[in-house]
């Protein structure tokens, strides 16, 4: 009698009390990932400029592979927190491991690639030597070991799907831990262990991915009766594969997207000084922890929002969103609050020595403030666009994204800078910011009128 009680707490629970039972383990786990993003970087700044510039340089296929196995997760969680919510355990184990194969096959395709393409990735961008060494050490070792990666997303998105997330905040912390203890072990050959340096950061975050994804296998396997992980369900189902790609592959897109971003920016910023860039990266750096705690209610607010909607009570459906909007905006104003008073000391921790210390500051300053004031709007566009997520409408988060970062910040950025000049591109932000808030308030009153509101008239 034990496991329906489990099975109904998404769907019992106060509002409340569930959402932040549910978000603050996933906000904890979310600012450790931020942290230790940060620390990778700092430990690796020391090693030289060249060492810094090929892992920068990694980002887009390290953002690859996070949005293939994120947006994957994104599916699973979804189409298993439905099966839930509509009592059919039988779909649900099946997405379970459809889930996990799906996740294997993303890994081989970029273990492959890793090994065979790293060097010609870095030669295509640049003709330094030490960048080319460095980047094809890197990104060989984070693509060929990337079994960690894929096994930790999809294990925890499991945990989340059924209302463990107090178990995706120890994996998660576990992994991040690991790796921030390797770093400056492997990096700089500390404890009698060999100077690895750039390859040492490299192996130090895939270490830690592999001790993160066991962690939540066993977890899913000793801890999560919800689901029975049963080798018999591992043989490819295509409605199953289809359902999570229906809401996966608009994630996967819509994450990628960000690549495509910064690397646009990035060419928009250099074509003014290298330092432009420079506290571009600094600002994603930075954000993070503004941004990385609101991710973390939304991860545990989707499979509330997924499972109400199965279970078919709008009413749970409505206050989740509105706690989950009045948290996000609550969050960001803290952000702005931070970035408008004190940019200099967060700039200062990424400041190098020498003469371009002054132009960082100079540029950064009036930079995270301008750009922060984006913060106003974007923590109810992201609680929008993982509602039409957890809703099966993985289109419409797609659409909001195009349309926020290559159709609206990408144009107005490049339009700015011919304007206006430097100063002016950080304009673009906020900008893209509040169509991005427009467009996603006038999604979620279609939804709320297609799917949450005839759930009420016919209860």
């Known amino acids: 009698m034990g496991e329906p009680a489990r099975e109904n707490k998404m769907g019992v ?65 979804a189409l298993l927190s439905r099966s839930l919510g509509q009592k059919d355990q039988d779909r649900a184990n099946k997405t379970a491991m459809n889930g996990l194969l799906l996740a294997a096959v993303s890994c081989l395709v970029f273990t492959v690639l890793g090994l065979t393409c790293s060097r010609l990735f870095y030669s295509v961008q640049t003709d330094i030597t030490a960048i080319v060494d460095y980047g094809a050490d890197y990104l060989s070792i984070c693509c060929g070991v990337s079994a960690g990666l894929f096994l930790s997303v999809t294990s925890e998105r499991l945990l989340q799907a059924t209302g463990r997330t107090f178990y995706t905040m120890i994996t998660q912390a576990t992994g991040a831990i690991i790796n921030i203890i390797l770093d400056p072990i492997l990096i700089f050959g500390l404890l009698g262990f060999p100077r690895l ?28 009766p919800d689901i029975q992980l049963s080798l018999k369900n591992l043989r490819p189902r295509k409605s199953i594969i289809l359902g999570i790609y229906s809401v996966g592959i608009p994630s996967i897109a819509m994450q990628s997207i960000g690549s495509v971003m910064v690397f646009g920016m990035n060419q928009i910023l250099i074509s003014f000084t290298a ?3 420079a506290v571009f990266g600094v600002y994603f750096k930075l954000q993070s922890f503004i941004f990385m705690p609101v991710f973390g209610l939304t991860n545990g607010m989707v499979p509330i929002v997924a499972y109400n909607y199965g279970a078919r009570k709008p009413d749970r459906i409505i206050k989740t969103i509105k706690l989950s909007v ?16 004190i940019p200099h000391l967060f700039l200062g921790l990424f400041m190098a020595e020498g003469e371009t210390s002054g132009d960082m500051l100079t540029i950064g300053v009036p930079a995270l403030r301008i750009i922060s004031l984006s913060f106003l709007f974007a923590g ?11 809703l099966g409408h993985g289109v419409l988060s797609l659409t909001v994204s195009v349309v ?31 169509f ?24």
């Open 13 to 77: 629970m106060p509002v409340n009390r569930l959402l932040i039972n549910m978000a603050l383990p996933m906000i904890a786990s979310m600012l450790v990932q931020a942290l230790y993003n940060v620390v990778d970087s700092v430990f690796v700044a020391k090693l030289s400029e060249d060492a810094l510039n090929a892992v920068s340089l990694a980002f887009p296929v390290q953002s690859l592979m996070i949005a293939v196995s994120v947006g994957t997760g994104v599916g699973i969680n």
């Open 197 to 224: 340096e750039v390859a040492g950061a490299a192996l130090a975050t895939v270490i830690g991915q592999i001790c993160g994804g066991l962690l939540a296998l066993f977890f899913n396997l000793t801890c999560n």
């Open 275 to 277: 330092t432009a860039t």
């Open 326 to 341: 009045i948290y996000a905006v609550g969050i960001m104003l803290v952000g702005l609050i931070l970035f408008q008073v």
């Open 380 to 390: 109810f566009a992201i609680v929008c666009s993982s509602v039409f997520q957890a």
């Open 404 to 434: 926020r970062q290559l159709l609206v910040l990408l144009p107005v950025a490049f339009v700015l800078s011919r304007l206006n000049g430097l100063q002016a591109v950080w304009w673009a932000f906020p900008i893209a910011e509040l």
């Open 436 to 459: 991005s808030l427009t467009l996603s308030a006038l999604f979620l009153k279609r939804v709320y009128h297609k799917e949450i509101l005839p759930m009420r008239e016919h209860a």
